[in-house]
């Protein structure tokens, strides 16, 4: 961890001896009139492990409260993270040496919940300051003076009782070098080996490298220019041109400095019209996969099992151009999982036939596709992502209202642009998909040449309406293949109808059913058996399978809706 700007490391210095015979005479009269003086040495950081870059080493931490964090850190590359629990108040403590009769600053920076920052020990007064809380990093700062028989202190952080965690990092102790004297800086590490080039789009490169030792970071150069910047081994440089070769470096960094760059490899993105292309089984389970942190199990997309076929990442964010969405992955809310491991994830389940889209939307979504304007930035800014995470697709789930004309015309654009790989998905609400005049059904059905599967949520509604006109009450096997058989008979392709439910009962406000009833309305309107009283006049044994939310709520429950579902559905004719 680096030190705070405020801190310099500078080496203690004497004072100038003068040359020549002016010098022994200056010396001879101090001497005489007893002015001798020795040099003051400068200030320093009597801490050690000061930004926990050596994890927990030095520090002392009850109840083992403590851990390390790699974010947010305030520099460097960790942090301390420690949680109260009960009675406990999660107190991190140092001893430190210092030097009797002396005055020091004691700082600290700290994010998160209460955090307290003092010192005991002094020989005189021992102090302490603290923050009742901050969502961003903020300095504490205090200043104590020792006794005159006062060789080693303890400097202290901690919370408060029911409260939150809190982050600390960058601890000083600044003042005469107690006699340990102030930590090693570090060196300016060696170039990176092994940089290789990995999967390419035609709009980016996917490179990897060797750790170097030391380093907190790493720089990234195209052609001799700063591309981009990690602090791990890997990174994907975007904002490329299709079927051009690229000369890559990489420099290794930490707080002393850069290295050299590492010897050049080439790279050539594909040609347009390329990318990742995976084929969606005949039948399929679909998941939405959370970028942010709910009360659900937090996943990385490595987590997510092999029972999903189709996972959608859920959700990409609307900009401040209509239409045009984005993608920020939650690192913080993900406890840390990183940008360069979310997208190799999505490259190993590619490589496992799995589909990785990408969803907009969802409940609080504000995404707007309702002129050609926003049709074309909507179409624009999707297919950029595909391009550069390499997402199969992308998931419709605006449930906040939805105009057939333009997002028809948004989704033909994406489809000429990605090609005949483009997956496309959609999750409308029941009362979206009780009349063919709906402009959900009209969407549907106006991409119907190129609509890979409608998954409709069969839950947080109230009673509706099935193909046979009679009403029908969520939770049955009867609410999912009576309103199924609407879209059913209205257009779609059975290979473009599946049942979306929650994975759990805290996966939505209501609606759950357990996943026999899943099983048994995917039986009766494949096969025509397990039906409840409704039964369809005849079987769809193409239907494309089940949708759920959430693969984290499915986590949480112990995986008991895929682990039911999934083999069942690819058990269907």
């Not at 850069?258 to 347009?272: H, L, Q, Y």
Request: glycine share 12%; with cysteine.
């Amino acid at each position: 961890m680096e030190r705070s700007a405020g801190s310099s490391r500078r080496r203690r210095r004497s004072r100038p001896v003068l040359g020549g015979t002016l010098a022994v005479v200056a010396a001879a009269a101090l001497t005489v009139t007893g002015l001798v003086s020795t040099a003051q040495a400068a200030d320093v950081n009597n801490a050690r492990n000061a930004g926990f870059e050596s994890g927990l080493a030095n520090w002392t931490c009850a109840g083992n409260s403590g851990a390390i964090v790699s974010s947010p850190v305030h520099g460097g590359t960790s942090a301390l993270k420690a949680t109260p629990a009960g009675q406990d108040n999660a107190k991190c403590s140092q001893a430190v040496k210092v030097k009797p009769n002396s005055t020091y600053t004691l700082s600290s920076w700290v994010q998160g919940g209460y955090a307290y920052l003092g010192v005991s020990g002094t020989g005189t007064t021992d102090v302490s300051t603290w923050s009742p809380g901050s969502a961003t990093w903020t300095k504490l700062s205090t200043s104590f003076k020792t006794g005159a028989n006062t060789t080693s202190v303890t400097v202290y952080t901690h919370g408060w009782y029911g409260q939150a965690a809190y982050l600390a990092d960058d601890f000083e102790v600044t003042g005469p070098d107690g006699g340990g004297g102030e930590e090693p800086g570090p060196v300016i590490p060696a170039a990176p080996g092994g940089l290789a080039a990995g999967a390419t789009t035609t709009s980016s490169v996917s490179l990897s490298w060797n750790a170097v030792s030391g380093a907190t970071g790493y720089t990234v150069y195209r052609d001799g220019t700063k591309a981009t910047t990690s602090t791990g081994t890997s990174a994907t440089v975007t904002g490329l041109t299709a079927d051009t070769a690229y000369q890559f470096s990489v420099s290794a960094t930490n707080a002393a400095g850069e290295s050299v760059k590492s010897a050049a490899v080439s790279a050539r993105t594909a040609k347009n019209g390329t990318g990742p292309v995976t084929t969606v089984p005949k039948h399929a389970v679909t998941g939405y996969w959370q970028n942010f942190n709910n009360g659900a199990a937090v996943q990385k997309l490595s987590d997510v099992p092999a029972d999903y076929d189709i996972i959608a990442v859920s959700f990409a964010d609307a900009t401040a151009t209509q239409g045009a969405v984005t993608f920020n992955l939650d690192t913080a809310g993900l406890n840390g999982y990183t940008d360069a491991q979310f997208r190799s994830d999505i490259k190993a389940k590619q490589a496992a036939g799995k589909n990785v889209i990408i969803s907009i939307g969802g409940e609080l979504g504000t995404v707007r596709v309702d002129s050609d304007a926003s049709a074309t930035a909507f179409s624009n800014s999707v297919y950029a992502l595909m391009q550069d995470y390499g997402f199969n697709g992308v998931d419709i789930d605006l449930e906040n209202g939805l105009n057939a004309t333009y997002m028809t015309k948004a989704l033909r654009q994406l489809s000429a642009k990605a090609g005949s790989g483009l997956v496309i998905t959609m999750a409308p609400q029941t009362i979206d998909m009780q009349s063919t005049s709906g402009e959900y059904f009209k969407t549907a059905l106006n991409v119907n040449d190129i609509l890979t599967v409608v998954n409709m949520q069969y839950y947080n509604s109230g009673s509706m309406l099935g193909c046979d006109g009679k009403v029908y009450s969520q939770g049955s096997v009867d609410f999912l293949t009576a309103l199924a058989c609407i879209q059913l008979e209205g257009g779609l392709d059975p290979s473009q109808v599946g049942i979306g439910v929650p994975a759990s009962t805290r996966g939505a406000g209501s609606g759950y059913v357990s996943p026999s009833i899943v099983n048994a309305a995917l039986d009766c309107l494949a096969k025509g058996t397990n039906c409840g009283s409704f039964k369809p006049s005849k079987t769809y044994p193409s239907l494309r399978g089940a949708m759920t939310w959430s693969t984290n709520w499915d986590a949480t429950a112990g995986f008991a809706w895929s682990k039911a579902v999934g083999p069942h559905v690819r058990s269907l004719p």
